[in-house]
């Protein structure tokens, strides 16, 4: 039991990285970015690829970031300089990303139990080799994920940052300040989408292997995290609990959580909800159904619907 | 000096619902000056604040500043020299972003968006002092999000923030028409003040006719995408609210409108 909810943990943190990419173009940019079905398996591809051939296990975090990148760009060019609608620009991308991800990797690949991955890797356990193996993926998605929270917050209070949020919120306003609003949605996706591969990348590391078909519904489930996470935060922001320590100086921090925080928090619910429904014995090809469903109520409940876009 | 040579607008070309707006249209406004346009709906008065901007394309002509050609600069190129503000209060700040960030943004225009820190502190007594000048009770509102403010207040930020960075062009687009009279007269006040004090040229598109009198130093009234009065200098002064609306609804009548 304990097993299980320390591997759902883990489950939900690594795939905070994939909701974090979500977060950008979905919540950030206004762009429901399909392409993510197709970035996430192409950061995994890569990432078996390369520890097939016994590359240093964490190379291969920024490798997957920067093809993951490519995959935004690509989606980027297609609406910005195309012109083609948002939701049909990620689309393409998926579909052709499917090919891709065959050519990388085939339909699936294994990483065998004597290749190093980043959980088992010198550094990690120079510092945590007495945990178990299940203790140290915990450490290190927790650290991985604390770590870009963090890079993404310090970046969202730069002026690159700050105009990225402009430009999901008022697009006109960005052209008024004399800055071109394609360039900006460009730099949107192709951050997302680096975050989306690195998800991609972490999931090969702690279950060693590859599947072409692992990216179906990872949009939906980075939504559902992302909706979840600001629902309830939204919630707790107006709570007497959340004003109280709003008056002190030393918690105020604690009242208001960042966007970031937030999808964490969600990220990590969403995947205790579904392995809830796992565990209660629905079979495991039924998992995509239960996302699925479990989206669908989320959207109800929280009277969202997804025509209303929530902001950081 | 803004010039707008020979420009050709068509609405839909080539399909049944073609409409061509302006033909060979021309119109320079001088440095410093303060054109106020009025004219009945469909008249062109908008289409012709887009085409300065570069928001709609044109099929014929040009747009020359100080005598060189911006028609291929993009929209955004064009701001670079350039404020605007525009009819709906919400248009000119991002709703989501608390009024000091969007100031923050506002004060970057011209530099780049780089890593550097985004809200810089030191610059917040300066945001003050300016939003106190507004009148509105606003410095005390920086950490508000934009999309909380009355329409007003927003309008008036929007204000301040096209022209917080050295700029020579400001376009109004009837941006004080989503305003409650007393609103729209403050905004008014304040736009004219702005302009005399950055010695701005300055196009405003008003269907308020009063304000069309009373500022700036040259009227024109568009019908059907043409200058039917254009006064300037003495001669507008010593225009009357009359003279303009016996003239409006002459063109009114005509148009059917």
Redesign the interface.
């Known amino acids: 039991m304990l097993d299980l909810l320390v591997s759902t943990l883990t489950q939900g943190l690594i795939y905070a990285l994939v909701s974090f990419g979500v977060y950008i173009t979905y919540s950030i940019l206004d762009f429901p970015d399909l392409g993510v079905d197709g970035t996430f398996p192409l950061g995994a591809a890569v990432t078996a690829v390369l520890l097939v051939r016994g590359t240093d296990p964490w190379l291969t975090l920024p490798i997957a970031m920067a093809v993951g990148a490519l995959a935004g760009l690509f989606t980027g060019f297609v609406h910005v300089k195309l012109g083609v609608r948002n939701l049909l620009a990620g689309i393409i991308t998926m579909t052709a990303l499917f090919s891709v991800n065959l050519q990388i990797a085939g339909s699936n690949l294994t990483v065998d139990r004597g290749t190093d991955t980043i959980f088992t890797s010198a550094p990690v356990m120079a510092f945590l080799g007495d945990m178990t193996l299940m203790g140290r993926k915990l450490a290190v998605s927790f650290l991985l994920v604390l770590a870009v929270k963090l890079a993404l917050d310090a970046y969202f209070k730069t002026k690159s940052g700050l105009l990225l949020r402009a430009v999901g919120d008022n697009a006109d306003l960005v052209t008024s300040l004399a800055q071109d609003r394609g360039a900006v949605k460009l730099l949107g996706l192709v951050i997302s989408n680096a975050l989306v591969a690195l998800g991609g990348c972490v999931v090969v590391h702690e279950q060693r292997s590859f599947s072409a078909t692992m990216g179906t519904g990872q949009l939906v489930y980075g939504l559902a995290a992302v909706i979840i996470g600001v629902s309830l935060m939204n919630v707790y922001a107006a709570s007497p609990a959340a004003r109280a320590l709003r008056k002190g100086k030393l918690l105020r921090f604690l009242a208001s959580p960042a966007g970031t925080t937030s999808v964490i928090l969600g990220s990590i619910l969403y995947k205790l909800c579904v392995q809830a429904a796992l565990s209660a014995g629905l079979p495991a090809n039924m998992m995509k159904l239960v996302t699925a469903a479990l989206f669908l109520l989320v959207l109800v409940l929280s009277g969202r619907k997804g025509e209303e876009i929530i902001h950081a | 000096m803004l010039e707008l040579r020979d420009v050709t607008k068509i609405y839909n070309p080539g399909a049944v619902t073609e409409q061509r707006l302006f033909q060979n249209f021309s119109l320079t406004v001088e440095e410093g000056q303060f054109v106020a346009i009025v004219g009945s709906n469909g008249s062109g008065k908008t289409s012709m604040l887009n085409i300065i901007c570069g928001s709609i394309p044109i099929e014929g002509g040009d747009v020359l500043v100080d005598g060189t050609s911006i028609g291929k600069l ?4 064009r ?2 020299g350039m ?2 503000v ?1 009819q709906n209060p ?8 608390t009024m000091l ?1 969007n100031l ?3 004060d ?3 530099r ?8 810089d502190r030191r610059r917040v007594d300066f945001y003050r002092e300016r939003l106190r000048s507004l009148g509105l009770g606003l410095e005390e509102k920086l950490d508000v999000k934009m999309g909380a403010l009355s329409g007003g207040q927003r309008q008036a930020v929007a204000l301040l923030m ?1 022209t917080m960075t050295p700029l020579r062009f400001l376009i109004l687009d009837e941006h004080t028409a989503a305003l409650d009279p007393k609103t729209a007269d403050a905004v008014m006040v304040l736009t004219d003040r702005v302009i005399r004090e950055k010695k701005l040229t300055a196009v405003m598109v008003t269907h308020n006719l009063r304000y069309a009198v009373e500022y700036g130093d040259r009227i024109l009234m568009m019908n059907r995408g043409r200058v039917v009065l254009d006064r300037a200098g003495e001669e507008k002064r010593s225009t009357s609210m009359d003279d303009i609306l016996s003239m409006f609804n002459r063109i009114s009548m005509e148009s059917g409108s």
């Open positions: 993009r929209d955004y190129q701001y670079a404020g605007r525009y919400s248009a000119g700040t991002c709703p989501n972003l960030e923050s943004l506002a970057n225009k011209g780049p968006f780089g890593l550097g820190r985004a809200v096209a």
